[in-house]
């Protein structure tokens, strides 16, 4: 077990009125996750105690934390009435889902599930649910997180969560492969996902190029004809599709982001600026929808750990192999300011609203007000109440304007926040604090 996972020592029968259910695990047959002072727990139903527990002793459930797959699980003493064993989970800091995320980041969460499924095809067990929702990122990390998905293997030559596997993780990369991301990111979150009659149909048009060509000819004969399911083990299935995940590549895309020497004296006090203010604030945790220059990566050399939110694909790309390469706290991810995530589904058991997962100690936004004005037609109140509603202290803003539209972005902001310094500058930098 992870030695920084501690769980707050907390005994005996729960007050069910006292625990706050999780909206996304209604549906489990198996257990519920819920939440109790401050930590995020998970009941188990009395039909499959006696499984997990077996697996508990067996030493399984450490080994697959162990390998970085399974999120930090520890036993309880708790009880919970209609759950003889409760088990605690380390929270990710983030909730993520997976249209919000760039291809990589997609494909790295499928190996993550493909890799989890051969380790417990390796000791008898399976995964009896596939879909990336129930990997998060932490950062730049995925962990598989649903715990009551791993089952006992019933039929060694068949995964039984392969067809969801290819709808929701397999297909949308063969998309995104060719071009075709808008449509993949759009069809994620819809129930059945990415049917193979829409892959096809979506790709009809375009030559498959490098590997793909291979993929596509397999994948357009029959879905059983792709892993020839029912005649290999699941093991031999769960490798190709590894095998498979692997060749898939993305052709570079020309990241808009300008180049330090390529600045003038003056953009480069307006950075200077604005890391001196940073540097001051010291905050925890950045939600950073910054246009323009990307400020995550300095922002997480600071300490904090930090969000990158923007609608360009290449950009958040760029973000994750930075993140990855040099270890940084970025959680990079396709969000745009103008239409973040919304809540879906009743009590938002579908998805939770991105200003309510994402929120964060600051919020910078640097470029951004200028450019909804100029592009989104914007007005300031908008523009303050969308801060506000991301940041728990703090937003740090600039606006290149004259003097009288400064002075109403600050009157804006006021509105919304208890107080607005002004830091000089071109543009002018604004500290709002709630």
Known sequence: MSAAFESESLSGVLDPHRVIFHPHSFADDAGRLFRLGGQLFRGIKPSHAPFFARLFEDAEIERLVQLGLLIETEQTDLKLEGYPMVLSHREVPFVSY????????????ALTIVDLAIELSAAGLTLKDAHPWNVLFDFSKPVYVDFTSIAPQTNSHDWCAYDEFCRFCFYPLILMCNGQERIARALLPEYRGVLRSELLAASGSIAPSFILSKLFRRVSKSTSALFRRGQRSQLSVLKEAKRSLEKLSWKSDNVAHEKLSSRNAESITHREIVTRVLSELRPADVLDFSVGESWAADTA??????????????????????????????LPLILDFVKPTPSVGYRDHYSIAADQRLKCELVLALGLARRLIEEN???????????????????????????????????ALLARFTRVRKVLGDPTILVCEK
């Not at 760039?102 to 969460?109: F, H, I, N, Q, S």
């Not at 050399?301 to 706290?329: D, H």
């Open 377 to 411: 037609h914007f007005n300031f109140d908008l523009i303050a109440e969308g801060l506000a509603s991301f940041c728990t202290s703090r937003a740090l803003v600039d606006f290149r304007g004259s003097s009288a539209e400064v002075d109403q972005f600050i009157e």
């Open 301 to 330: 050399r600071l300490g904090a750990k930090v969000i990158s939110a923007t609608p360009n694909s290449a950009r958040a790309s760029e973000n994750y192999r930075l993140a990855r390469q040099e270890g940084l706290s970025i």
């Open 98 to 109: 997976p249209n919000e995320w760039c291809a990589p980041m997609l494909k790295d969460a």
